[in-house]
Every structure is written in C-alpha cells, then in structure tokens.
C-alpha cells in the first residue's frame, strides 16, 4: 500500500512534483501558450511558506513518488494546482488521486475552508488528455461550476482589417472619465438585464453581481491582475450614449500576450457590429504596447459569440472546465 503525508521541504517537493508530471500531456509539449513546467515550479516556488500545503503519496520510505498535490488557500476556498493531484501510471490504478483529494479536503475542513476549487484546462483538439482527471473529479464528489468554457487565441499582426466605420453615430473611447461605479453599472446592463443573458452568465458573480463586478474592477484597475491603462479599456457611444464595452489587460511576467474581456454589449445595441468594433479597438491597443497575440473566453455553446471572435481572427485552442467541491 502507500501513504500520503504533507511535505514540508519545498525542495523535496519540486522534485517529487517533477517525477510525477513528467508523464502529463503538457510537460514536454510545444503548444503554444499550455502550462510550462518552469512556470509551475515558479508558481509552487511562490506559494510555498504561505497559506499553503503540499502532499505526497509514495510507497512507505521509498523515494519514487505515486502522486503530488499542492494547495492553497485563498480566504475561504482552496485551489488547486494545474492538472493535480499529478499522480504516476502505477499510482492511478492504486487509488492514489482519489486518497489526495480526500485527504485535502480533510485538511481544508479542519481550517474552515468552504470549498475547494479545480480549472481544468486540455487542447480542443485534444479532449483524451483530460478524460482521467475529469473522471477522478466527478468521481471524488466535485460538480462542474458553469458550461465548458473555451479560450480562444488570436495572433495581433494577423488580425482582420474589420472597422467600425459604417456603424452610425458609433465612438470608441478609453475609460478615463469612467468611475468603477459606472462601470459596474454597465456590466450589469450588459450581462443581467436581458433574461437571455442568464443562459450563459448567470453561474459567473463577476459579471451579473455587483460585489463580484466592483472586486473584478477594483482589481484589474489597481494593476493586480497585471497591466491595464485606460487604452486598454475600450467604451462604445452610440450619439453619446453608452451602447457597451470590452476591457483588457495583459498578467504579470508575460510580455508577448494581452488578455480580452470581459465584453458586453447593451440588449437594446446588439447585432449592429459594435461587440466586433469593441474587439478590434482593444485589440489594437494591445498591439500598439507590443503585444503580439491576444486571449479571450466565451462558452463552447455562445455560437454567436464564437462566430464572432472567429470572423475578427481568434481561433480556440482550449477548452476549460470550472469544478468544485463544497466541504462539509
């Protein structure tokens, strides 16, 4: 049999880590943009010593490791790393996954923790590379939290001539007069106020709650998320009106890509090209700061939207699944 057991020496833990990872899709693999195991030891590196635990399985003393997880704690939910518990072939067929999780999640009950939350991420083309992680979470007692999602990518100096020239009475602005207020406002009118909207947004606080809008701003704005100058937040005026609006901002340490979103357009605007005009106008300010491609999110089943992103120049290339565990 095996035990698990926490591992105090971070060290120690890399190693094991590395062990365990080297069989996932990713780690050799040159998609563009998947997880890179330098940027994982970076982000277990920085994590380490702080609301934190990282576990392992293995065979008594024996130094190979069965499986590896690492956890941290964010208030009151605990996240879990990339394409963890990272468990061997050998431990798979043992139970070794199934006896991480439940061991974090008694660990994270006894600390008061809520839930503990888990982003699974696997190329569109690609749906087998994630069919055992998908199962061991579905069978551990975690629920999908919202449709699958799907990430789409766009190279800037590729991007499609498309403008907004043609739509009448449009301008296209930065956010620099804009309060967050007012921008959370906007979010609501665009994502909550049509019933339609529920279908795709509804299970998503950042965008049709205003606590979760005002923390969504309040951190893009300050610089946590990563950079974001007026430019970067685009606002359509239909004669002087708001009509809506697309934000972007580019995360820490990655000078080669922004990101896009969230978009939204006013019910009473839509199917006039203004969410296309929106687009591309951030695009541009991206590329302007030298950024080379650009990421957004829409949901698999959004066809308009994808129809749409398709049309400027994005093309998917992963889908995401959002699963959690709420604990007793």
């Not at 920085?46 to 008594?60: K, N, Q, R, V």
């Not at 699958?148 to 800037?156: H, I, K, R, S, Y």
């Not at 009118?189 to 509804?202: G, H, I, L, Q």
Request: some cysteine; overall charge negative.
């Amino acid at each position: 049999m095996f035990e698990i057991r926490e591992e105090a020496s971070l060290e120690r833990f890399l190693a094991l880590w590395e062990e365990c990872m080297k069989g996932a899709p990713w780690f050799d693999s040159d998609v563009k943009f998947w997880y890179k195991p330098e940027e994982e030891l970076e982000r277990l590196d920085s994590i380490h010593g702080g609301d934190s635990f990282f576990l392992i399985a293995c065979h008594g003393s024996e130094p190979e490791p069965l499986g590896v997880l690492s956890v941290q704690v964010l208030g009151s939910v605990g996240k879990m790393g990339p394409w963890e518990p990272g468990v061997t072939h050998a431990g798979r067929g043992m139970g070794v996954g199934e006896a991480l999780l439940e061991r974090a999640c008694e660990k994270l009950g006894d600390w008061g923790v809520e839930k503990l939350e888990f982003t699974l991420r696997y190329p569109c083309d690609a749906p087998a590379h994630a069919a055992w992680l998908d199962g061991l979470y579905r069978g551990c007692g975690f629920s999908q939290r919202g449709p699958t999602g799907l990430q789409m990518l766009a190279d800037l100096s590729q991007i499609a001539g498309l403008g907004a020239k043609d739509i009448r009475g449009l301008r296209i602005t930065g956010r620099e007069n804009l309060s967050i207020d007012d921008l959370v406002g906007y979010t609501l009118r665009a994502f909550s106020s049509d019933p339609r909207d529920k279908t795709y947004f509804s299970w998503d606080p950042l965008t049709t709650t205003k606590d979760g809008a005002q923390r969504f701003f309040n951190e893009i704005f300050s610089q946590e998320m990563g950079r974001s100058p007026p430019e970067f937040f685009r606002v359509a005026w239909i004669d002087g009106e708001p009509a809506g609006f697309a934000g972007s901002f580019a995360r820490k340490n990655d000078e080669t890509r922004g990101v896009v979103g969230p978009v939204g357009v006013f019910p009473e605007y839509r199917r006039r090209g203004i969410a296309t005009a929106l687009v591309l106008s951030t695009c541009y300010a991206l590329r302007s700061e030298g950024y080379r491609y650009a990421y957004l999110g829409t949901h698999v089943d959004n066809l308009p939207a994808r129809r749409m992103y398709e049309g400027i120049g994005f093309k998917p290339v992963f889908n995401t699944v959002e699963f959690e565990r709420i604990l007793d």
